[in-house]
Every structure is written in C-alpha cells, then in structure tokens.
C-alpha cells in the first residue's frame, strides 16, 4: 500500500491497529456493552464507515483485541514447553512471560479479564483462557512431581493464586511507572517461589531436616 | 416487633438482611447502574414501597453491602494491631482473616473490588479501601525493618501482590467446594510467606550463609 492509498483509508495515524488501541481503551472505560460504534466513531474523529472499511463489527473488534492478549499468553507457554528445563524452572519462565504479556499489552489483557462469556467471540476467549489454565496447572503438577514444588497444594490452586496475583497488576500497574516488566516479574517469582518470609534459624534447620 | 407487624414490612423471608442478600447478588450479576429499584421489586416479588420501608434509596443499599466488606476487613486489621505479635505474625493474621472475610462474605467483598468510584458512596468506599491497603502496607513495611520478611520488594507492592492473590479467589471460589476458609487462608499463607520452591541443598547452604 503506498502512503497516499494509505491516507484515503482514514485519517492519518488510524490504521487498523490504531482504531483497536482507541477502541480498547473506550471498551475498558465505558464497558463493551455500552460502547457503540457511533461512540467509537466519535472517539475516532471518523465516520462509522471508515471504521467498517478496517473492521466488520465491533465483535470483530473485540476478538482481535482478546486475540492479541490470549496470543501473547499462549506463546509463553509454548515457548517455555519447548526448554529442555525442569518443570519447576519452565514454570518459571510462564510466570515471568505472563507478567511481560501483561505490562506491554496492558489494555487488551485488562479487556480479557472482564470478559463474563455474554457473546459468542467472549466464550471462544473463555475458552482459550481455560485451556491455558490447564497448561499452567499441569505444568505445576509436573513441578510438583519431579519435587521441585511443594505438593501439599492443590496444583490447581496454585495456579489460580499465582495468576491472581499477576492478574491484579492490571489494577494498579500504570506505565512509566517506578517499577517496569522485568521489577515486577522478579518481584512475583521472588513471592510466589521463594516467600516473603526470611529464613529463621529455625526454619533452615528444618529445612535441613 | 411482633411477629405480626414483621409480616406487615414485607413478605416473609424479607426483612432488611434479605433484601440487602438478593440486591448484592442482582448487582454483581447485572452491574449496580443496570439494577433498577423496580428489577430489584420484581426479583424479591415485593412492591418498590415495601422496599423503601427497609432502604431510603439503591444508594443505601450499595453503601450498607459495602460496609459490611470494608468492616470485616477493618476488624481483621485492628484485631492484630491490639495483639503483642511481630509484625510479620500480625500480617500472617491479616492475611488469614482477610481470607475469611473474604469467604464468608463473598458477595459484598465482590461488590466492593468491582467498585469504580462513579457515585459518592463509592468514592467513600474506595477511600476506606485506600485506608486498609495503607494499613497493610505500613504492617509490611514494619515486618521488613524487624527483618522478619525480605526487604527487597518495595512495601507496598508486597501488599499489592498478596491482596491480587487473596482478592482473585472471589473470581472462583464457590461454597461447599474442595476447600474451605481454614484450607485457602493455609495455602495463601504457605505461597504468600513461604514460597511454592522446595529448598535444594544450594538455597539452605545460601540461607545459612
């Protein structure tokens, strides 16, 4: 596409990608249900037309957003199956990746975690975010099993507290902030695998056994 | 009252307690803005009248369901500031408790992380909210001085992360499941404090410096 084939499809800096981040942005403020594409056209500063010329619907809208956070997820996942690594280190790897995913796609991973399944494209989400649980759990169990994770907690449980708490930095976490990615994925392996607490003499003797 | 004059105010099975139960779950099912006093009327099969006998206004019953979350959680916060406890012990209680709480009044406590500050009532809540988080924080911020818990990790993103973990169970915890309050405020505990790794010989030989 030369750039004055560019131009004509909508104004300039809107191309597709550019209509889905304001797009994204107004679903998180407003809510999915509530944002029309009359809004979204507002919001814009384009006619509803133009916004048709990039995307079919607002379904379609919301799908490739989903598709760019559950993407991400699903890659870290395969990526880290893919190590010749102790389950416990690949497990490692999927939380770290997963709180990467999170900061830089910040408002399409934020979309994902409201998503209550009330459309036909939010189940199919659903149903991708369920298959990655599963692989998180298993790869906990695995963990588990080979003795590098305690197995006195439910694999399943695990999995969900880990990702309660990467999934809560939506909450809070704001870019340019003080901490970036790489902080905050230390900082949730330092928690989740190794606790807040310090070793008491105590506890290393036990340890020791 | 007598028994007489409470049938009176209402079907029976309806008193204020019933009321506030059936408005807090229609409001996290449908959003507190889309639950009009007449849906709540049609689903408690009472007139709007009889409502307001029990409730001045919707208002009222979202600030009375959040009291009753931000309470709980309060009570938890200065039931351990009254005990001679170390600071990290204290905020083993405050966990615990937080998960009770959050367990045993599981619908309020959901209304309450799904508020956004779009009425004066919720910008009341979320301040109380704040209020909590800086306790909690300020709780963590003593247990690292006293060198009970790791110093590494900024105070307050401690406090973030544990309350992601704990506050993500409302997402699926269902009642009368595999594990109750005891077992979930245990297993928060155990990730929380004493991380998922099991300790190898290089990490105890790292403790014991």
Redesign the interface.
């Known amino acids: 596409m030369t750039e004055n084939q560019s131009m004509r499809r909508g104004r300039p800096g809107y191309d597709r990608q550019g209509i889905l981040d304001v797009a994204v942005t107004a679903f998180n403020e407003y809510g999915y249900d509530a944002t029309s594409m009359g809004v979204l056209a507002e919001r814009l500063g384009l006619s509803k037309s133009a916004i048709y010329h990039h995307f079919a619907s607002k379904d379609e809208i919301l799908e490739q957003a989903l598709d760019t956070a559950l993407s991400g997820l699903e890659a870290v996942v395969a990526d880290a199956a893919l190590t010749a690594d102790r389950a ?1 280190d690949r497990l490692d790897r999927v939380l770290r990746g997963a709180v990467h995913v999170l900061v830089e796609q910040l408002p399409s991973v934020t979309l994902l975690l409201r998503v209550r399944g009330n459309t036909e494209v939010e189940r199919r989400a659903l149903a991708r975010r369920r298959d990655f649980d599963k692989r998180v759990t298993a790869l906990v169990a695995e963990a588990q099993r080979e ?4 197995s ?3 694999a399943s ?2 999995s ?10 939506v ?2 976490y704001r870019p340019g902030g ?2 970036n990615a790489d902080g ?1 994925a230390d ?2 392996i ?11 003499s105590n506890r ?1 003797e036990e ?2 056994g």
């Open positions: 416990a003795g590098s994770l305690r006195d907690i439910d449980v695990v969900r507290l880990a990702f309660g708490m990467i999934n809560s930095i909450e809070w003080r901490e905050l900082d949730v330092a928690i989740a695998l190794d606790g807040l607490r310090m070793p008491t290393v340890l020791l």
